[in-house]
């Protein structure tokens, strides 16, 4: 899905767009230079602008080295809401893992733990929690660890048993009491031991097949930390303790626990941090922008826009005294290069869904979750024509279970994800890998719609409160409810 807005785009008054740089579940993310010439990134609320907009108010007059600086939130002529931060032009944490699949060894991942220690102790000292900690939210720049993404951040509650009616943030870095919707300053902790677990050992210490099967480890299972030396195993293991009180009640007291040991406090003192971009700078080819399965870490699908290749990023704005015909000749290219990226980008929408087996939509970026009440206007749809087709079939009124289980299996697992409620409604099924769903796992969805109906239509409701809008059929038969692509 291409960006909304391009080179030279001012959507916001005083703000001239240069480049879309990443794409996350709230928004999207633009380098863009302000009239006086400072450097920003310009976070574009497409959705849920009233969450998001409540966890930067929270955080806006933060002022720390560890935390990516929000500047303003403003509002444009059009009454869209935009969030102004310092524009960070290292990596992710995310793009280092990918570069070194394998972890980074004890002395890198000292180095982040204790750096993120103190971003998530200012934080807590300040009485906000992120509740979204990862990877991807986690940046390196000129020498610091810096925490981004506050949308999902919250003033920790005075009670302890102060709950929410929404579990959020992302399932491989949840504290099991999310489920019961506790956020105090543990569910930080316990990201952190996640996250140090994923760089010693390139991979998170609870991985499954489905939502609902890394959720239950979470509540029932330990890290295996056999392999790991001493004192990370015992580290994580307490940063990873089920109970809130088990472990660490502050992100530097884990960081400490590791800094104990005289060796790996030695190891620091020569670091040089220059030595964390090393791998990132010899991938090939651009950092691509996050996409829709972006909060996911390694080993799980991940389908994401890259440019088209080969293609010059927009000229910079010319400097005061710049002549005339250069300025001319400079946007003459960048037109030339933008209708380059156009036809490749045209091209490589028809090629990628058949080169990597994707559906449309995942592999062009364009996949929007379609949420509880769209999806119940095309249930009620398709009951409608199920119920006439179940009244006037041989079979009598009995046949509608029947009836209902082709209808979902063949005509979803044959007809583009997609019954005649849905396509009326511009929404569709497809697998949770971003792949077409089949008419096997079509009929599978539709028998496992017989346990969303037996627990009282709660199956159904979990869509209203889950983070990719899936019912318990969905977590079932590991398939998504996403809008078509002509609607964008």
């Given at each position: 899905?291409?960006?909304?807005f391009r080179?030279?785009?001012?959507?916001?008054?005083?703000?001239t767009?240069?480049?879309?740089?990443?794409r996350?579940g709230?928004?999207e993310?633009?380098?863009?230079?302000?009239?006086g010439?400072?450097?920003?990134?310009?976070k574009?609320?497409?959705?849920?602008?009233g969450?998001?907009?409540?966890g930067v108010?929270?955080c806006?007059?933060?002022?720390s080295?560890?935390l990516?600086t929000?500047?303003?939130?403003?509002?444009?002529e059009?009454g869209?809401?935009?969030?102004?931060?310092?524009?960070?032009?290292?990596?992710?944490?995310?793009d280092i893992?990918?570069a070194?699949?394998?972890g980074?060894?004890t002395q890198?991942a000292?180095?982040f733990?204790r750096?993120l220690?103190?971003?998530?102790?200012y934080?807590h000292?300040h009485g906000?929690?992120?509740?979204?900690?990862?990877?991807?939210n986690?940046?390196?720049?000129?020498g610091?660890?810096?925490i981004?993404d506050y949308g999902?951040?919250?003033?920790?509650?005075?009670?302890?048993?102060s709950?929410?009616?929404a579990?959020?943030?992302?399932?491989?870095?949840?504290?099991?009491?999310?489920?019961?919707?506790?956020y105090?300053?543990?569910?930080?902790?316990y990201a952190?031991?996640?996250i140090?677990?994923?760089?010693?050992?390139?991979?998170v210490?609870?991985e499954?097949?489905?939502m609902?099967?890394?959720?239950?480890k979470h509540?029932?299972?330990q890290?295996?930390v056999?392999?790991?030396p001493?004192?990370?195993?015992?580290?994580?293991?307490?940063?990873?303790?089920?109970?809130?009180?088990?472990?660490?009640?502050?992100?530097g007291?884990?960081?400490?626990?590791?800094l104990?040991?005289?060796d790996?406090k030695?190891s620091?003192a020569?670091?040089?941090?220059?030595?964390?971009v090393?791998?990132v700078?010899?991938?090939?080819?651009?950092t691509?922008?996050a996409?829709?399965?972006?909060?996911?870490?390694?080993?799980t699908?991940?389908?994401?826009?890259s440019?088209?290749p080969?293609?010059?990023?927009p000229?910079?704005?010319?400097?005061?005294?710049?002549?005339r015909?250069?300025?001319?000749?400079?946007?003459?290219?960048?037109?030339?290069?933008?209708?380059?990226?156009a036809?490749?980008t045209?091209?490589?929408?028809?090629v990628?869904?058949?080169a990597?087996?994707?559906?449309?939509?995942?592999a062009?970026?364009q996949?929007h979750?379609?949420?509880?009440?769209?999806r119940?206007?095309?249930?009620?749809?398709?009951?409608?024509?199920i119920?006439?087709?179940?009244?006037?079939?041989?079979l009598?009124?009995?046949?509608y279970?029947?009836?209902?289980i082709?209808y979902?299996?063949?005509?979803i697992?044959?007809w583009?994800?997609?019954?005649?409620g849905?396509?009326?409604?511009?929404?569709?099924v497809?697998?949770?890998?971003?792949r077409?769903?089949?008419?096997?796992q079509a009929f599978?969805?539709a028998?496992?719609?017989?346990?969303?109906v037996?627990?009282?239509?709660?199956g159904?409701?979990i869509a209203?409160f889950?983070g990719?809008?899936?019912?318990?059929?969905?977590?079932?038969?590991n398939?998504l409810h996403?809008?078509c692509i002509?609607?964008f």
């Amino acid at each position: 899905m291409a960006f909304r807005f391009r080179h030279g785009d001012r959507p916001l008054d005083g703000f001239t767009i240069q480049r879309g740089v990443g794409r996350g579940g709230f928004g999207e993310v633009y380098y863009a230079v302000s009239d006086g010439g400072r450097e920003v990134a310009l976070k574009y609320l497409r959705d849920n602008a009233g969450m998001e907009l409540r966890g930067v108010s929270h955080c806006m007059n933060l002022k720390s080295p560890h935390l990516v600086t929000i500047f303003d939130v403003k509002q444009s002529e059009d009454g869209e809401y935009f969030i102004v931060m310092e524009y960070i032009q290292g990596p992710s944490l995310r793009d280092i893992l990918i570069a070194e699949p394998d972890g980074l060894g004890t002395q890198k991942a000292t180095f982040f733990v204790r750096e993120l220690a103190k971003g998530l102790d200012y934080l807590h000292d300040h009485g906000i929690v992120h509740r979204d900690m990862k990877p991807g939210n986690v940046f390196y720049d000129d020498g610091y660890v810096k925490i981004g993404d506050y949308g999902l951040s919250k003033f920790i509650p005075l009670s302890q048993h102060s709950a929410q009616t929404a579990s959020v943030g992302t399932v491989h870095y949840m504290a099991p009491e999310i489920g019961s919707g506790q956020y105090q300053r543990g569910i930080d902790i316990y990201a952190l031991g996640v996250i140090l677990y994923e760089l010693l050992m390139g991979r998170v210490p609870y991985e499954g097949s489905s939502m609902g099967e890394v959720l239950m480890k979470h509540l029932a299972s330990q890290p295996e930390v056999s392999d790991l030396p001493e004192p990370f195993g015992t580290v994580i293991r307490k940063a990873l303790a089920k109970d809130p009180d088990d472990r660490y009640q502050t992100a530097g007291e884990m960081a400490q626990g590791l800094l104990e040991v005289e060796d790996i406090k030695n190891s620091l003192a020569g670091f040089d941090p220059a030595s964390m971009v090393e791998a990132v700078s010899m991938m090939p080819g651009p950092t691509i922008p996050a996409g829709p399965f972006a909060d996911s870490p390694p080993g799980t699908p991940d389908v994401r826009q890259s440019p088209a290749p080969g293609v010059p990023p927009p000229p910079p704005a010319p400097a005061p005294g710049f002549g005339r015909q250069a300025h001319a000749a400079a946007n003459t290219v960048a037109a030339a290069a933008r209708a380059a990226a156009a036809e490749a980008t045209a091209h490589l929408r028809e090629v990628r869904p058949r080169a990597a087996g994707l559906s449309e939509e995942a592999a062009s970026g364009q996949v929007h979750y379609a949420g509880f009440w769209i999806r119940f206007v095309a249930a009620l749809i398709d009951i409608i024509i199920i119920g006439a087709a179940a009244s006037v079939s041989f079979l009598g009124d009995d046949s509608y279970p029947l009836l209902a289980i082709l209808y979902d299996g063949i005509l979803i697992g044959k007809w583009n994800g997609q019954t005649i409620g849905k396509k009326v409604c511009g929404i569709k099924v497809i697998s949770a890998d971003g792949r077409p769903c089949g008419v096997g796992q079509a009929f599978g969805r539709a028998l496992a719609q017989i346990l969303s109906v037996l627990t009282l239509f709660i199956g159904y409701i979990i869509a209203a409160f889950d983070g990719r809008k899936r019912a318990l059929h969905d977590h079932v038969a590991n398939t998504l409810h996403i809008y078509c692509i002509d609607r964008f």
